[in-house]
């Protein structure tokens, strides 16, 4: 740490921010990701043996996904090199490379930490794949993102991806008292006061610290009540119950009452949500998923008016954009519902991982070169708008996988029309052998 400073021109004895002064030094004193670093979890074994397998840590900001690769290297003997892909280019990216190779050939083990590694381009990803097999490197990369469609397969298929948790309420109140214990008094909080503390940092450590210290500053002596410190904080505090409910419950409450198809109460659990200081655009997010979730094709109306209300938000903002959602919290609610998309895209998804990598039929593939014509490439494709009734009934699986049915339609809404097609072309492709 003191060569960091250093390089900063700064001592270690210069002033340096609270969530800097408790940044763990072991893993176990790393909060709320024991599911991974605990002695039964998968990093904490890998730590534990010495040996550190490339791997991409996915989870939300201030989770401590650069503290534990840091943690990782020290407990592995390894050298911790790291690179932003925000700030660094292939210059960088080269330079690293090679000085992670010299230090190989002088027996000292490399971890290259890369923060936001989703920011890399395809072509960057691709350059980090030599080294990794060779061994120059032990690849860590921070996400924020799905890596399933930020980063490569080549890449990820070298890599073990850990999923890492947004912080809890516990988590988080443990990381009060540590601040706490460093500063040698405690914060200027009641107890409500402290649970929404809480809940404004929204399961990141990084910032309930930065916002102790925003208290610790102020030597309040009095404590502070919600309103209080949403005053100091600037920040409106959420509005909770006699149950002090936090906003994950909300949502769900939320989410649970369109899918109940109960207007009055969603409505209610909307309007609780937004006096409480709720971010409109969060529960914009949810209406979006819940939009596809529940109500899928019976009503396909329901995806585009609910991300026009997300538009709409955008374009008016408080208070008038929250009308938009009032209205799309009705629609859905309102709707005929059916999860058969839900349902059939996670079993798509299951037979997609259970088959890996079989090629699409022949008569389908593409053939643009005289090559791929030889080898029977597009063959006996059957042109849909060619057939009788525009539906040929040809098979599109994999030769060495059986059909298999997926999607079955509810008798609901738009579905129920959907689902009278199917039926129809189910026969036509049993009459034809398709």
Not at 152 to 173: I, M, P, T
């Given at each position: 740490m003191s060569d960091l400073f250093s390089a900063a021109g700064l001592t270690p004895e210069a002033p340096r921010p609270l969530a800097e002064r408790l940044r763990p030094t072991t893993l176990g004193e790393v909060v709320g990701q024991e599911h991974l670093?605990?002695?039964?979890?998968?990093?904490?074994?890998?730590?534990?043996?010495?040996?550190?397998?490339?791997?991409?840590?996915?989870?939300?900001?201030?989770?401590?996904?650069?503290?534990?690769?840091?943690?990782?290297?020290?407990?592995?003997?390894?050298q911790f090199q790291q690179l932003s892909a925000v700030f660094s280019g292939?210059?960088?990216?080269?330079?690293?490379?090679?000085?992670?190779?010299?230090?190989?050939?002088?027996?000292?083990?490399?971890?290259?930490?890369?923060?936001?590694?989703?920011?890399?381009?395809?072509?960057?990803?691709?350059?980090?794949?030599?080294f990794v097999e060779a061994g120059d490197v032990?690849?860590?990369?921070?996400t924020t993102e799905n890596p399933s469609f930020?980063?490569?397969?080549?890449?990820?298929?070298?890599?073990?991806?850990?999923?890492?948790?947004?912080?809890?309420?516990?988590?988080?109140?443990?990381?009060?008292?540590?601040?706490?214990?460093?500063?040698?008094?405690?914060?200027?909080?009641?107890?409500?006061?402290?649970?929404?503390?809480i809940a404004m940092a929204d399961g990141d450590g990084r910032y309930v610290l930065t916002l102790a210290?925003?208290?610790?500053?102020?030597?309040?002596?009095?404590?502070?009540?919600?309103?209080?410190?949403?005053?100091?904080?600037?920040?409106?505090?959420?509005?909770?119950?006699?149950?002090?409910?936090?906003?994950?419950?909300?949502?769900?409450?939320?989410?649970?009452?369109?899918?109940?198809?109960?207007?009055?109460?969603?409505?209610?659990?909307?309007?609780?949500?937004?006096?409480?200081?709720?971010?409109?655009?969060?529960?914009?997010?949810?209406?979006?998923?819940?939009?596809?979730?529940?109500?899928?094709?019976?009503?396909?109306t329901a995806l585009l008016v609910a991300t026009a209300a997300k538009d709409a938000y955008d374009f008016l903002g408080s208070p008038e954009g929250e009308l938009a959602l009032a209205q799309v919290v009705v629609h859905l609610a309102t709707a005929p519902k059916?999860?058969?998309?839900?349902?059939?895209f996670g079993a798509a998804r299951r037979a997609a991982k259970e088959t890996g990598s079989l090629m699409p039929p022949a008569h389908i593939r593409n053939a643009p070169t005289q090559l791929m014509k030889q080898l029977g490439y597009g063959e006996g494709y059957a042109y849909d708008h060619d057939a009788e009734g525009g539906f040929s009934g040809q098979t599109y699986f994999p030769d060495d996988m059986p059909r298999q049915r997926f999607y079955a339609p509810k008798d609901v809404g738009t579905e129920g029309r959907i689902k009278e097609r199917l039926e129809r072309w189910a026969q036509i492709r049993r009459e034809r052998g398709g």
């Open positions: 670093l605990g002695p039964e979890g998968p990093i904490g074994r890998m730590a534990a043996a010495h040996r550190l397998s490339s791997m991409i840590l996915w989870g939300p900001p201030g989770v401590g996904k650069t503290t534990i690769a840091r943690l990782l290297a020290d407990a592995g003997g390894y292939v210059a960088d990216l080269k330079k690293a490379f090679e000085t992670a190779r010299a230090r190989r050939a002088a027996g000292q083990a490399t971890l290259l930490f890369v923060d936001e590694i989703h920011r890399f381009n395809r072509a960057q990803q691709d350059g980090f794949l030599p032990t690849l860590v990369g921070a930020e980063l490569n397969g080549a890449l990820l298929s070298r890599c073990q991806v850990y999923v890492l948790k947004r912080l809890d309420e516990a988590a988080l109140e443990s990381l009060l008292r540590r601040a706490e214990a460093d500063e040698g008094r405690v914060l200027p909080l009641t107890s409500p006061a402290r649970e929404a503390l210290e925003t208290l610790f500053a102020i030597h309040q002596e009095e404590p502070l009540d919600p309103q209080g410190l949403a005053g100091v904080l600037q920040r409106r505090a959420p509005a909770y119950d006699k149950d002090r409910e936090e906003h994950y419950n909300l949502i769900s409450a939320l989410h649970k009452s369109i899918r109940g198809s109960d207007p009055d109460a969603a409505l209610y659990w909307l309007a609780r949500m937004l006096q409480g200081g709720e971010e409109p655009l969060f529960i914009a997010r949810r209406l979006v998923r819940a939009a596809s979730e529940d109500i899928g094709t019976a009503d396909p059916s999860n058969a998309v839900y349902k059939a």
